[in-house]
């Protein structure tokens, strides 16, 4: 019986899974990649529908935040190994929600427990790096600031996806007295083209958003960090990319591994999960 990776794909609103998706839907149809579609997918009408975008050269709208649909696509690489990848569509309002309401609805209940591998989308460039109660020291905080409810300080975006991580972590009901092997975890650090960087993917991480390493680093025996830039440039809602329409999407995109290694194959995040095995 061939083995199935649930992937737990996590991610906001605008760090690109639609984007994602769609290229990696279309790099599977090319045959010409690791991974390669080995059956008929289902549920295809949102990748397809941001596809068609980019065949035009123009970016998609993003996903309605009421949205949630699985998708499931049977695939296999180059040495036979077998999956079905269940790639979720949802609007990332739901992520952040998971959080600040503390409720988790029956649909992301169901595919916490069944995953084998968590996949968590950041897009460094658009989160925020103010201080906040993690990260100011208790001296900063006097009496003379406001009181009651001016006074109130948001967590940081980085505080709440450790907060993220660890009600996951509690609703899968693993215990966290040795570091995880299962699920797998991989960081996607997507957007990667606006970064401007040539640092691993590890150390940027590690530098960014240090507290949310030093927990990934804790709790899990082999995290990867993985550069992602899905479409390669930056592309408008409005305005077609008429190179991006003329040589098609999967002309686009690249990953950059953990050892700095960079390649057009979008697949390899998903594909390095296969071959660790179970």
Same mark, same amino acid.
């Not at 959080?99 to 460039?125: F, K, S």
């Not at 975890?185 to 040539?198: A, N, R, V």
């Given at each position: 019986?061939?083995? *199935? ?17 769609? @290229? ?69 309002? *739901? ?5 600040? *309401? ?28 103010? &201080? ?6 208790? @001296? ?6 406001? *009181? ?17 991580? @660890? ?15 299962? $699920? ?18 590890? &150390? ?38 008429? &190179?991006?329409?003329?040589?098609? $999407? ?8 953990? &050892? ?10 998903? @594909? ?5 095995g179970f």
């Open positions: 019986m061939a083995a *199935q990776h649930t992937i737990l794909l996590v991610g906001e609103s605008n760090v690109g899974k639609t984007h994602y998706g769609a @290229q990696f839907l279309k790099r599977l149809m090319v045959k010409a990649w690791a991974l390669k579609m080995s059956g008929a997918p289902t549920n295809l009408e949102a990748f397809t529908k941001a596809l068609s975008c980019l065949t035009e050269g123009m970016a998609t709208d993003h996903t309605p935040a009421s949205t949630y649909v699985e998708s499931v696509w049977p695939i296999t690489d180059e040495a036979g190994r077998y999956a079905e990848l269940v790639w979720p569509d949802y609007g990332g309002e *739901q992520v952040r929600n998971l959080v600040t *309401q503390r409720r988790i609805p029956t649909a992301w209940h169901e595919r916490v427990l069944e995953a084998t591998d968590w996949v968590l989308l950041i897009r460094l460039h658009s989160l925020r790096s103010e &201080d906040d109660l993690f990260s100011r020291p208790l @001296q900063s905080f006097t009496a003379a600031e406001p *009181q009651g409810e001016e006074a109130a300080y948001e967590p940081s975006d980085q505080a709440r996806t450790v907060e993220l991580l @660890q009600m996951l972590l509690y609703l899968a009901q693993f215990h966290l007295d040795r570091p995880l092997r299962k $699920p797998r975890l991989t960081i996607l650090l997507s957007c990667w083209d606006e970064l401007e960087t040539t640092e691993l993917p590890a &150390d940027l991480l590690a530098s960014r958003l240090p507290m949310l390493w030093s927990f990934v680093r804790s709790n899990w025996t082999s995290p990867t960090v993985i550069g992602l830039s899905a479409l390669g440039r930056a592309l408008s809602k409005t305005d077609a990319d008429p &190179d991006y329409a003329i040589r098609g $999407p999967e002309e686009f995109g690249y990953v950059v591994l953990p &050892d700095g290694e960079k390649s057009h194959d979008i697949t390899l995040p998903i @594909q390095l999960l296969m071959a660790d």
